[in-house]
């Protein structure tokens, strides 16, 4: 008979023993920020590199591609890592992806032909997906309990003000060259020489904490309950970068600049939401935190959908952005809560995988919906589709093993 699930409560808590490092702390915050930069950080680029690269066959189409590859990349090798994280050298593992991150990011400053970039963009997914499931194993393993909600909260908050950031800086690049913003991605080398200085050497998961988990069963439906959740949330969420600046253009805002505005608002409204997430995770159950999210996202959708005016998609957007902030690292919190320590580097691909196989099915499915109805419809129903998921959550915000 497997044993059961290892929860936070019965894991010991760093609150009692000593809390990692400052330095591991910000390594571990940069790390995870650069998940973002993949494909915020080339947006500014694109119309430059399709005009450079005009006479391709296709262009459009492979200038789409840019954004989506990495995406792809993520969800094709995240569980992989995980995998490997479980059973190798974790730092070697790191360096190994950072230095894809940074080789395959940065080959735009170099590539010659569309098909070149197009495989720097793969190299570069293949790093972020090794990156983001290595941060969150690192970030599972050294905090615990309420430290862990914190920390986790701090981690999606510095996600958002890198987005922001990579936005403002890959635009300032790109007025200079089109290759320009192709060299922020170069920053991982520096962190994949630094990680052999703060990371600890003693493997995958820190010797004190071995023994206790090391026959527990794998928790597959906390992995399906949460992963589905973040996956039908970046679904939800994708729907601002795809097709937003469409339906601000029907309301009749053309500029550029109001657009980059208007989106950036959620990544401004979340960032309060993650950094104070330790503190809603100290009064409330993931459960109870996912639905509030959820109906946040909801509500922000259904003001986006009724939306005549720019304000009253900011409006919307800010409270979608709001309830992002909290649910993105609730997910993460309520899984490892529930995973065996010999098992984290597993579970952080597999939640990999979900949050980006998200964002790559978004559009997929946002064109199927577009076939029935108009833009406003379609925020309508995806508002209805977070109310739907929310639905579905509430007996689990009673029930003990998911309260914990």
Avoid: C
Avoid at 363 to 386: I, K, M, N, Q
């Amino acid at each position: 008979m497997p044993a059961p699930p290892v929860s936070a409560k019965d894991q010991p808590s760093h609150d009692m023993q000593t809390l990692p490092s400052n330095g591991l702390t910000v390594f571990v915050l940069l790390l995870s920020s650069l998940t973002v930069m993949a494909n915020a950080t080339i947006s500014p680029s694109l119309p430059g590199l399709s005009r450079n690269f005009g006479d391709t066959p296709g262009i459009e189409t492979l200038a789409g591609l840019i954004v989506s590859l990495p995406s792809l990349a993520i969800v094709l090798t995240a569980a992989g890592f995980g995998w490997a994280a479980d059973r190798f050298d974790r730092n070697r593992l790191l360096t190994i992806a950072l230095l894809a991150y940074a080789l395959g990011g940065a080959s735009g400053l170099f590539a010659q032909n569309m098909s070149q970039i197009l495989a720097g963009r793969l190299f570069l997914g293949i790093g972020v997906a090794g990156t983001l499931t290595i941060a969150t194993q690192v970030a599972a393993d050294h905090w615990q309990g309420p430290a862990r909600a914190r920390f986790m909260g701090h981690q999606g908050a510095a996600t958002s003000m890198m987005a922001i950031v990579s936005l403002l800086v890959g635009g300032a690049l790109a007025e200079l060259s089109w290759r320009g913003p192709f060299a922020i991605y170069s920053l991982a080398l520096p962190l994949a020489v630094w990680l052999w200085f703060v990371m600890p050497k003693s493997g995958p998961t820190p010797a004190g904490l071995r023994d206790r988990t090391a026959v527990a069963a794998f928790p597959w439906k906390i992995m399906a309950l949460t992963g589905g959740v973040i996956f039908a949330v970046m679904t939800f969420i994708f729907l601002i970068a795809t097709r937003l600046p469409f339906l601000l253009i029907e309301i009749g805002e053309t500029s550029p600049a109001v657009m980059a505005v208007t989106m950036a608002t959620m990544t401004v409204a979340s960032f309060p939401t993650g950094l104070f997430y330790g503190r809603i995770r100290a009064r409330f159950a993931p459960p109870q935190i996912a639905i509030a999210a959820l109906l946040l996202m909801a509500a922000g959708y259904f003001v986006v959908s009724a939306a005549s005016s720019v304000s009253m998609v900011g409006f919307g957007i800010l409270v979608t952005g709001t309830g992002l902030g909290a649910i993105i690292p609730n997910q993460t919190v309520w899984l490892m809560a529930h995973v065996p320590n010999n098992a984290r580097g597993r579970a952080s691909g597999m939640m990999t995988t979900f949050l980006f196989g998200g964002q790559f099915a978004s559009p997929f499915v946002s064109a199927a919906l577009l076939e029935r109805t108009d833009l406003h419809g379609l925020f309508f129903w995806f508002a209805f589709g977070a109310v739907s998921i929310a639905t579905l959550l509430a007996p689990f915000a009673l029930r003990p093993l998911e309260n914990k």
